[in-house]
C-alpha cells in the first residue's frame, strides 16, 4: 500500500472523493475544514482529508449538518473514544427509525396506489372499455 501523503492540494481531494472543489470549500465553510493557506492556495492535512471522509459518509446516511459537525468534533476533544461510539449508535438508531418510517410511509401509498389502480381497472372493466397505455 503506497504511503498517503502528509499534504494534499483541493484537487487531490476532490479527484481523490468524487467531488467538486466547491464541494470542499463548502465543507470548509461550516467549519468542518480548516485548511493552512500557501498563498492563495488551501493545503489540507491528513486531519482535514479524514474530517472531510467522515462528513461525506455522514451526508450518504443522512445526517445533517449538525450531526455530521457534532460526531466529527467529538473525535477533538477526547483520547477516549467510548463516548464518541456512544454518540454514532445513538445518531444512527435515529437516523435509522426516521428511515424505516420512510419506508412504512413509502409501503403504505404504494398499497394506496394499488388499491386506486385496482378500483379504475374495475369502473374501466364495468363500462367495457379496453385498457389504453396503461399497464
Not at 502528509?6 to 464541494?23: K, V, Y
Request: with cysteine; aromatic share 6%.
Amino acid at each position: 500500500m503506497p504511503d498517503t501523503p502528509t499534504i494534499f492540494a483541493i484537487s487531490d481531494l476532490a479527484r481523490e472523493f468524487g467531488i467538486t472543489p466547491r464541494t470542499i470549500r463548502f465543507w470548509e465553510d461550516q467549519g468542518l475544514l480548516s485548511p493552512q493557506r500557501e498563498g492563495r492556495n488551501r493545503v489540507f492535512t491528513r486531519r482535514d482529508r479524514a474530517r472531510l471522509k467522515m462528513a461525506l459518509r455522514g451526508k450518504r446516511l443522512g445526517l445533517s449538518l449538525a450531526e455530521i459537525k457534532d460526531l466529527i468534533g467529538m473525535y477533538e476533544s477526547t483520547e477516549d473514544e467510548t463516548p464518541q461510539f456512544i454518540e454514532c449508535l445513538r445518531v444512527m438508531n435515529k437516523r435509522r427509525a426516521a428511515l424505516e418510517q420512510q419506508r412504512e410511509d413509502i409501503e403504505a401509498m404504494l398499497e394506496e396506489i394499488d388499491n386506486f389502480e385496482a378500483q379504475c381497472r374495475t369502473e374501466l372493466a364495468r363500462r367495457g372499455t379496453p385498457l389504453k397505455g396503461a399497464a
